[in-house]
């Protein structure tokens, strides 16, 4: 795209912004209320905000708990901010909640490096973030975001006392001076309909979405930087946590959170590793090419794997504002299909799991939460793992280069299976699970010198997973499950310093049910405004 021509679509752009804004979710909710001084607020800050699919809420009036409000300075090194939860709040018309929404604020003044966001209760993470940014020196941001915490209610309507952390990675010195200033609370909305019991049929073996139970895979709460793991590579020491489940599970699904920190925040436009032997004029840089592979182990056993999905952070290369990019405010979270393996879970001794990560140059946060649901009309469950296939992961990668032309292709895909049976009050109900990744990278680069150079990044990554469940002969409703993410980048040099970058990001999820081969599509979830344009003019 000439120059000519991005600028006579800038007009356009700006008015797709603006219309983009208009439409974007706002929150009904009013703000948790802070007790901060006066003098913190001295200026009006740029309110960053984030294009997200508004939480359907019922049309109740919810009550609210002030959870944390905090100062995040200098906490690189340090333990997480831990304060006690003690569930719902007192004053609640009543506890039949149909929908949990965490909601956090937050400022900040001045300018910051890489951040990262976690909260955890119990150690099981409810929310990963990436803090909003400010775009320039002494320019404050404020921001405001929310999540659907619902599927995590059976820790949050506990009456007992659990530990609430929260950390957010944070340095304090000579440039970087942004300290966060965060406010986090939660919103309980009565059911509308409290009289409405949920049936113990065979559907909601997999109607529920709700465990009874969540065993937190994550560090002590006294760790530094965290409760996440943090790995660099599968070559790294093992970070394992062992763990072990009640007798009377029928089901078990893993949660993961996974993310990048530091050099690979950018991993998608991570360059071949022979583009630096060949052009000597790139000064500095990394690369190991553009693919990510988390692989989940149970008992050193692969059972499933993660291709993250591209989420352009605060302090991004190209830094989103005031619009956050899709996913920035709630990094998405990847579920595993655990319970063809209950048979083997239900032995009654210690297992573990564990995750690595293929290709990576810099430090990735991983951490997970195991959902287990319990049979309540019986103590004792058994099971047995049929069968379990991990095909090898099949990877491809060309370059070609002519002086400073660089062209990349990289391409992956791999499928995982498993299949087992479990007998509960439900009766006996085999799963068997099917997960397709696919994976396309595709990269082209030109320099005319170091800080002049264009550039195009076009990645598309697929996961069609399939979750059947198979009760005596006949068919408990399965799901086929198809997760897509499309993202294009480029960069265009106007003049020396300046460059002009266009992203471009189509999310899609849809989710399949079929009972006795008859197919009905249940709903189909876009989770982002697709081919969402964000153009910006950013000095080097």
């Not at 333990?79 to 604020?105: M, Q, R």
């Not at 009289?195 to 009874?212: H, K, L, P, R």
């Not at 499933?304 to 830094?319: E, H, K």
């Not at 297992?351 to 309540?376: C, K, Q």
């Amino acid at each position: 795209m000439s120059c000519f021509s991005f600028f006579s679509l800038l007009p356009l752009l700006l008015l797709l912004q603006t219309s983009i804004a208009t439409v974007a979710h706002q929150d009904d909710l009013p703000n948790l209320h802070s007790h901060r001084s006066p003098s913190r607020r001295s200026s009006k800050p740029n309110t960053v905000f984030q294009v997200t699919k508004p939480i359907d809420i019922p049309n109740t009036v919810p009550c609210k708990q002030l959870l944390l409000e905090h100062d995040f300075g200098s906490t690189m090194g340090k333990p997480p901010v831990v304060v006690d939860y003690n569930g719902p709040p007192s004053h609640c018309a009543s506890y039949n909640f149909s929908k949990i929404v965490l909601e956090w604020t937050g400022t900040c003044n001045g300018t910051q490096g890489h951040t990262i966001f976690g909260v955890w209760l119990d150690g099981v993470e409810l929310i990963r973030s990436s803090p909003a940014q400010t775009p320039g020196l002494n320019v404050s941001v404020a921001w405001t975001a929310r999540k659907d915490i619902t599927r995590y209610s059976s820790l949050l309507l506990k009456k007992e006392t659990q530990k609430l952390a929260v950390f957010l990675r944070n340095t304090i010195y000579s440039v970087f001076t942004g300290v966060y200033h965060i406010t986090i609370g939660v919103s309980f909305y009565p059911s509308p309909n409290p009289e409405i019991i949920t049936d113990n049929s065979g559907f909601e073996f997999v109607s529920n979405n709700i465990a009874d139970l969540i065993l937190p895979i994550s560090r002590n709460v006294e760790s530094k930087d965290g409760l996440w793991f943090p790995i660099e590579n599968s070559a790294d020491e093992k970070q394992i946590k062992e763990f072990k489940i009640p007798q009377n599970a029928y089901r078990a699904v893993l949660e993961v959170y996974v993310s990048p920190i530091d050099t690979d925040e950018t991993w998608w436009s991570s360059y071949p590793a022979g583009f630096y032997s060949f052009n000597h004029k790139l000064l500095g840089g990394h690369g190991d090419g553009p693919f990510r592979d988390v692989a989940i182990r149970l008992d050193d056993v692969v059972v499933g794997a993660i291709w993250p999905y591209p989420v352009i952070f605060g302090a991004g290369n190209d830094m989103w504002n005031p619009v956050a990019s899709i996913g920035c405010f709630d990094l998405p979270s990847y579920d595993i299909e655990l319970t063809p393996f209950l048979g083997t879970l239900l032995n009654g001794g210690i297992h573990n799991l564990s995750f690595d990560i293929g290709n990576a140059v810099s430090v990735w946060y991983i951490d997970a939460n195991l959902h287990i649901w319990l049979d309540h009309q019986s103590s004792k469950t058994t099971g047995e793992l049929v069968s379990s296939n991990t095909e090898p992961l099949h990877l491809s990668s060309t370059m070609a280069m002519k002086g400073v032309v660089m062209e990349s292709r990289v391409k992956a895909q791999r499928m995982i299976s498993s299949q087992g049976w479990v007998q509960s009050s439900h009766g006996k109900i085999t799963s068997h699970v099917t997960q397709m990744l696919h994976f396309t990278n595709n990269m082209y680069m030109a320099f005319d010198s170091v800080w002049n150079y264009s550039s195009r990044v076009e990645q598309f990554i697929l996961s069609n997973d399939s979750i059947s469940f198979v009760k005596n002969s006949s068919t408990v409703p399965n799901f086929l499950s198809f997760d897509s993410f499309s993202f294009t980048m480029f960069s265009l040099p106007l003049w020396k310093g300046v460059v002009i970058a266009l992203s471009t990001a189509n999310v899609n999820k849809s989710i399949i049910l079929f009972i006795s081969y008859k197919f009905a599509i249940i709903f189909r979830l876009n989770l982002g405004l697709p081919f969402f344009f964000r153009p910006l003019l950013k000095e080097w």
